[in-house]
């Protein structure tokens, strides 16, 4: 099974910007950028939202190009699309993810600060 993904030159910067106007997806965004490269089952993602949520805010960020989902036999693994993003609008992912860092309302993994990529 193949999910649609926009090709690099389909992703639009407001529906990048809309996209990351929500708490949660903007921390698992930063979650992927503190992993960065390695693919990550959903399950990793499950201190941010409840499955049904979760699978609403991954499949919003897959849809504006932010992220990468692989179907792996039942799993999918999700990987940010830094490099489409980076070559479309350079500097954007890092500015936001930095401005992310210092939120505190945002939603972290286990009770700890996300770790953000400098």
Same mark, same amino acid.
């Given at each position: 099974? @193949?999910?649609?993904?926009? @090709? *690099? ?6 529906? =990048? $910007? &809309? =996209?990351? /106007? ?6 698992? =965004? ?5 992993? #960065? /490269?390695?693919?990550?089952?959903? +399950?990793?993602?499950? %201190?941010? *939202? +409840?499955? @049904? ?11 504006? /190009?932010?992220?990468? @989902? #692989? ?11 830094? %490099? ?6 350079? /500097?954007? $992912?890092? +500015?936001?993810? *930095? &401005?992310?860092? %210092?939120?505190?309302?945002?939603? &972290?993994?286990?009770?700890? #600060?996300? #770790? =953000?990529?400098?």
């Amino acid at each position: 099974m @193949t999910l649609p993904h926009p @090709t *690099a030159d389909q992703i639009s910067l407001a529906n =990048v $910007l &809309a =996209v990351l /106007g929500d708490p949660t997806r903007l921390a698992i =965004v930063g979650y992927l950028a503190s992993k #960065e /490269g390695v693919p990550l089952n959903c +399950s990793r993602f499950l %201190d941010f *939202a +409840s499955k @049904t949520n979760l699978s609403y805010h991954l499949a919003k960020l897959r849809e504006a /190009g932010v992220t990468r @989902t #692989e179907a792996v036999g039942t799993s999918r693994l999700i990987t940010l699309r830094r %490099d489409d993003l980076d070559r479309r609008f350079p /500097g954007l $992912l890092d +500015s936001v993810i *930095a &401005a992310a860092g %210092d939120d505190a309302s945002l939603p &972290a993994v286990g009770g700890h #600060e996300i #770790e =953000v990529r400098a």
